[in-house]
């Protein structure tokens, strides 16, 4: 008997595809379509209903919505509100793959007696044969490669998921959808966070939260008084745009003092450190680290990773120290470790 999987399909070309090559591996398959956000979303709208629920009727395939708004209000978005709230930068699709996708649909996946959750991320899993672990390891398309943002998943859920395009090009992947004339084969991915689809997110926090954020000083590197912020909500560490100061030289948001209410600007060589810290660590190599280890780093999603020591200094966190110092490392952020290809684990940065 074939074993059942449930498809994660947010109505773009990516996970149309994993559907597909699911069905030609014999695996019995049924889409489902998250319903995420109350308001206007970039995700999990009609047309991505629509254009989810075209592609499975197209494979002869179930296809499900499922309302899980209230969850992702709770988990995600709020979560984004208090972050910035506390002078830190959030990554939004981490909490999402940490508490929806891959928690709460692999939790009514297996009441539904599934077997598997199979989504369109690009990135690979395999067992190690010494270990019995299993691992994450980056896609063959390091382009598109989102094993950056996966570093949350568990033993538990690498058992139960599967990534069909980790060993596929974009461009592979595209040709796929055309050759089946999905109506979704060109259709383009959304670049910012899917519930601030106009990327204004001081606004889209006051809306939320229905409250109005102290206003304050801006300061140099000395601590003079240079100019005024409208909220610290509106500021992320190596931000460059709309600071509304005038000086001779290119100026960035070095720090920010929640407790002063002030943003501390100063030109790029200020942005730059050796060292970081990590709580809420998540190891998949490995259960631990039992010695400081030689590893490259990534602080953001789109960064090069970068030589670096990790010693883990207690249960939950790690402590970084880089070859060469690091531009802009955000509190809030994820630091993600590898070796080679193969994701060890990171955690947030404080």
Do not use: W
Request: glycine share 8%; charged share 25%; hydrophobic share 35%.
């Amino acid at each position: 008997m074939s074993e059942k999987a449930i498809i994660a399909m947010s109505g773009g070309v990516d996970s149309s595809v994993a559907a597909a090559l699911c069905l030609e591996n014999g695996l019995h398959c049924a889409g489902v379509t998250f319903k995420l956000f109350k308001g206007e979303s970039s995700c999990g709208s009609l047309t991505d209903v629509n254009d989810a629920g075209n592609v499975a009727s197209s494979l002869g395939m179930d296809h499900h919505v499922l309302d899980f708004s209230s969850e992702f209000d709770a988990y995600v978005v709020r979560h984004f509100v208090e972050t910035y709230e506390n002078g830190a930068t959030p990554n939004p699709c981490i909490e999402c793959n940490r508490n929806i996708k891959f928690n709460l649909l692999l939790l009514r996946a297996h009441q539904l007696k599934f077997d598997l959750l199979v989504t369109g991320h690009y990135a690979r899993i395999l067992q190690d044969t010494a270990s019995g672990r299993f691992l994450l390891q980056k896609a063959v398309d390091e382009k598109k490669d989102q094993s950056y943002v996966l570093y949350c998943l568990n033993q538990e859920q690498l058992a139960k998921i599967r990534f069909p395009l980790g060993g596929l090009t974009k461009e592979e992947v595209r040709k796929i959808a055309e050759e089946r004339k999905f109506v979704n084969a060109s259709k383009g991915e959304s670049q910012d966070i899917c519930f601030v689809p106009d990327g204004d997110y001081g606004s889209f926090i006051e809306n939320y939260t229905g409250k109005t954020y102290p206003h304050g000083d801006i300061l140099d590197l000395e601590g003079k008084v240079i100019g005024r912020h409208k909220a610290l909500i509106r500021y992320t560490i190596g931000q460059r745009r709309g600071l509304g100061v005038a000086a001779n030289i290119p100026v960035y948001v070095a720090a920010k003092s929640i407790q002063d209410n002030t943003v501390t600007l100063g030109p790029d060589e200020s942005l730059f450190r050796k060292s970081l810290t990590a709580k809420d660590i998540n190891l998949i190599a490995c259960t631990d680290l039992k010695k400081p280890m030689r590893v490259m780093v990534k602080t953001r999603y789109l960064q090069q990773e970068q030589p670096a020591i990790a010693e883990q200094i207690s249960e939950n966190s790690l402590n970084i120290e880089f070859e060469n110092p690091q531009r802009a490392i955000s509190p809030g952020q994820a630091a993600v470790m590898y070796d080679g290809d193969i994701v060890i684990g990171g955690g947030t940065i404080v």
